[in-house]
T-cell receptor, first 112, second 116 residues
Framework: DAKTTQPPSMDCAEGRAANLPCNHS???????VYWYRQIHSQGPQYIIH???NNETNEMASLIITEDRKSSTLILPHATLRDTAVYYC?????????????FGKGITLSVRP | DSGVTQTPKHLITATGQRVTLRCSPR?????VYWYQQSLDQGLQFLIQ???????AKGNILERFSAQQFPDLHSELNLSSLELGDSALYFC???????????????FGPGTRLTVL
């Protein structure tokens, strides 16, 4: 079972920031938070991951709360091409288990 | 383009048949993963190979098998196909074997299997 909960859907206006929440209240100390997205039946695409500090790359920013029980993925200037299902996944940082366990994700709709 | 290739893109077959899906990982990646995405089950991990050896198994049916060859490409064999096997099958690859901060998985475009 997925160890994260996400709202089923949200929308935002093109050009605005999209803030996608994720709860992972049972996360353990050796688990990272990963975000992937899937655009209309294409293969999932890696976005970003983090342990406890905020992270930023060319695609997005990841804000993890101090207690690590929740996080927010931020797309700073959403475009129509960002319409996708976004998956928040927790995965061990070390060890042999490298599989990804996907939940239902959150469907982001970016409107013109 | 993730660098992971999968063939064929689409496959239509009948119940009871056997099919083979093929995956070529990104250059330099030693791990290959297979995932199944169906409407009712979502994205599910099936199996992982690392440098030719099986490393982890998920919810893979006994009718399904996989292998990774010396050139690191992988094949997923599905036999005695049932209607419920209709799904998208994704292959992913990564550099390393286990968990690790920089062992991200990169997914291919998938093979859409339709069983009639």
């Amino acid at each position: 079972d997925a160890k994260t909960t996400q709202p089923p859907s949200m929308d935002c206006a093109e050009g605005r920031a999209a803030n996608l929440p994720c709860n992972h209240s049972t996360i353990s100390g050796n688990e990272y938070v990963y975000w992937y997205r899937q655009i209309h039946s294409q293969g999932p695409q890696y976005i970003i991951h983090g342990l406890k500090n905020n992270e930023t790359n060319e695609m997005a920013s990841l804000i993890i709360t101090e207690d690590r029980k929740s996080s927010t993925l931020i797309l700073p200037h959403a475009t129509l091409r960002d319409t996708a299902v976004y998956y928040c996944i927790v995965r061990p940082h070390t060890g042999a288990n490298s599989k990804l366990t996907f939940g239902k994700g959150i469907t982001l709709s970016v409107r013109p | 383009d993730s660098g992971v290739t999968q063939t064929p893109k689409h496959l239509i077959t009948a119940t009871g048949q056997r099919v083979t899906l093929r995956c070529s990982p990104r250059s330099g990646d030693l791990s290959v993963y297979w995932y199944q995405q169906s409407l009712d089950q979502g994205l599910q991990f099936l199996i992982q190979y690392y440098n030719g050896e099986e490393r982890a198994k998920g919810n893979i049916l006994e009718r399904f098998s996989a292998q990774q060859f010396p050139d690191l490409h992988s094949e997923l064999n599905l036999s005695s196909l049932e209607l419920g096997d209709s799904a998208l099958y994704f292959c992913a690859s990564s550099v390393g074997e286990g968990a690790g901060s920089y062992n991200e998985q990169f997914f291919g475009p998938g093979t859409r299997l339709t069983v009639l």
